[in-house]
């Protein structure tokens, strides 16, 4: 039962995400801002999609190849977030920060291909019994904390402009 349901929730997720993404990209003003979230909509579905297939029966080569296209939309979506959050603050991320920001999450989904060399990003990778490495929890944290620090602006400025609740709850909304 909880499997059906969690499936529900993705198809959701991804209905949402790709009318929200084609709404951006063929009606909304053409800016930097509509771009990044746009791209942030593109990262969850293609965070979302490979989910569908967790719960079926696969080799370790497709449940592999599954958390590869996942991890690939997951490595990203922090500092999307975030680079999303400062143009919707109308401010930028400084270059050299944004290149930061994208090339650790570039590492880490470099660590996640190259695990079988070093098992850091899991120790141990069977179907049906995975075990995450440091450098697993290290991303996690990571993009958490880019997360966060995105909410952290939005909710600055919609402080500053006094804007209606309403418009906090979807921004809670669309982080969560």
Known sequence: MIRILLIILYLIAIVLSAYSCGW???????NDTTKALAACQLLVILWCVPQLFVGF???????YLTYGIS???ISFIG?????????YCRRRLNGWLR????????????AFLTNEYHHLFY????????????????????????????LAAVLREFW?????????????????
Do not use: N
Not at 57 to 63: A, E, F, I, L, R
């Open 99 to 110: 290149d930061l920001l994208f090339g650790l999450s570039a590492l880490h989904y470099l």
């Open 123 to 150: 120790r141990q990778f069977e179907v049906g019994d995975v075990v995450y490495g440091w450098v697993f929890y290290e991303h996690m944290l990571y993009t958490y904390l880019c997360v966060l620090c995105g």
């Open 24 to 30: 951006l990209l063929l009606r909304a003003e053409r």
């Open 160 to 176: 500053k402009r006094r804007v209606p609740a309403v418009h906090l709850l979807v921004i809670l909304l669309a982080v969560a």
């Open 57 to 63: 029966p696969m080799t370790k080569g497709m449940q």
């Open 71 to 73: 991890y690939l939309g």
């Open 79 to 87: 500092p999307a977030w975030l680079m999303f959050s400062y143009l």
